[in-house]
């Protein structure tokens, strides 16, 4: 059974402040991708990244997919009170399917 | 703009009812998820179909069914919903099926939150 491990589970930090989440797995992906979740709301992609040691940019968001494309991180400079959320993690398995992250669910205080 | 529309945001049943969730995309995707989400478990994939009248089980489908008699809409049926399947029911759709290591984006929907009692 494919799993996707997320750490930290939970995460509180002060406005300024950089973090980054991880994703892991003993599995390989074709591809990976982040969401983020906030309260009431169904997840939104940020990112899909597809070859191995790739890393892609999103303004103070950095993602990056392990080399052997088992793992993922992604790591938040200066987070903002609007970083706040549920972040996900998915690996994609198969033809359709996606296994997703136990997720970790960031605060960002102001 | 993808929209993704669940009929119900909220919901209260009794064990033994039938439960209808519905789900809406207006962006003519072929590919319709049915996933749940649980504390600590994240998404777990109920269902899946990739055309009308046409479905795949996911990981966990067991108390479940689902129906797409159109290509906008994606059912899920909870044919005598117990306790244990209090959970947040999160509605997914993307376009055509994945070409080898290419991704779709899966648009969701807000979630219906369902409490069985």
């Known amino acids: 059974t494919q799993l996707l491990e997320q750490s930290p589970q939970f995460l509180s930090i002060q406005e300024g402040e950089n973090l980054t989440v991880y994703c892991n797995s003993s599995s390989v992906f074709s591809s990976l991708q982040w969401y983020r979740q906030e309260p009431g709301e169904g997840p939104v992609l940020l990112v899909t990244v597809v070859t191995g040691g790739e890393v892609k940019k999103l303004k103070r968001l950095t993602f990056q997919f392990g080399d052997a494309r088992k793992d993922s991180s992604l790591h938040i400079t200066a987070a903002q009170p609007g970083d706040t959320g549920l972040y996900l993690c998915?690996?994609?398995?198969?033809?359709?399917?996606?296994?997703f992250g136990t997720g970790t669910r960031l605060k960002v205080l102001a | 703009d993808v929209k993704v529309t669940q009929s119900s945001r909220y919901l209260v049943k009794r064990t033994g009812e039938k439960v209808f969730l519905e789900c809406v995309q207006d962006m003519d995707h072929e590919n319709m998820f049915w996933y749940r989400q649980d504390p600590g478990l994240g998404l777990r994939l109920i269902y899946f179909s990739y055309d009308v009248k046409m479905k795949e089980k996911g990981d966990i489908p067991e108390g479940y069914s689902v129906s797409r008699e159109k290509k906008e809409r994606f059912s899920l049926i909870l044919e005598s919903a117990s306790t244990n399947q209090t959970s947040m029911y999160l509605c997914a759709s993307s376009f055509q099926l994945r070409l080898a290591g290419g991704p779709e984006t899966q648009y969701f929907g807000p979630g219906t939150r369902l409490l069985v009692l």
């Open positions: 998915a690996g994609a398995s198969g033809t359709y399917k996606y296994i």
